[in-house]
């Protein structure tokens, strides 16, 4: 990490930061303050809207879990951010994801793939669909096309925003190095 981890429990210096931190915990519970918390945290404000923007992505929207996790998992992959892909992987396979699916998942290249390796044609328009918002930002109408012909109106918006947030996500962590496992394969 390029910058300390604010200590855990964090000094609260005020009580709106303190409730701040209640409420980043309450969404991580059971589990600890994760070190992206304690980099978040050096900015109580911004520690919040993302607990806020973050927690509806990952646990209000109408995906099924392995279409949102194959989509960050390909964030995570094609920005190196392997501390994100240490974290979702797992979360794919619990998700549905076969090994096969996930091995393909984990390749940085998959140019010329469309179909099969573990992946249905659907999570295939996931990887197409992630692929091209995280590489290039333009989507191209024929991936959008194939997208649509899986998922409703309310779905596109929410995958779009899963990965648009997690290319945040996957930025910040890799330009701090959180975690320190991003930009080394591996991890």
């Avoid at 000094?11 to 209640?22: G, K, L, R």
């Avoid at 991580?28 to 070190?35: G, H, Y």
């Avoid at 899986?150 to 975690?179: K, M, P, W």
Wanted: hydrophobic share 40%.
């Amino acid at each position: 990490m390029r910058l300390p981890y604010v200590s855990d429990p964090p000094p609260e210096t005020t009580p709106e930061n303190a409730a701040i931190v209640e409420r980043v915990r309450a969404r991580r519970a059971p589990r600890p303050l994760q070190p992206l918390d304690l980099a978040l945290l050096h900015s109580p404000p911004v520690a919040d809207g993302w607990n806020a923007f973050l927690g509806a992505v990952r646990t209000k929207t109408s995906l099924a879990d392995d279409v949102r996790e194959i989509a960050i998992c390909r964030v995570a992959v094609i920005n190196e951010a392997w501390y994100e892909w240490s974290h979702h992987a797992p979360l794919a396979k619990a998700g549905g994801v076969s090994d096969e699916g996930l091995e393909i998942l984990g390749e940085t290249d998959l140019k010329g793939l469309k179909e099969g390796g573990g992946l249905t044609s659907k999570m295939w328009a996931v990887v197409q669909y992630t692929d091209a918002m995280t590489e290039h930002v333009s989507v191209p109408d024929e991936t959008f096309a194939e997208l649509k012909k899986h998922f409703s109106d309310q779905e596109i918006v929410e995958l779009t925003a899963t990965v648009a947030a997690y290319n945040c996500v996957s930025r910040f962590l890799v330009a701090l190095n959180v975690g320190e496992k991003n930009g080394v394969r591996g991890h």
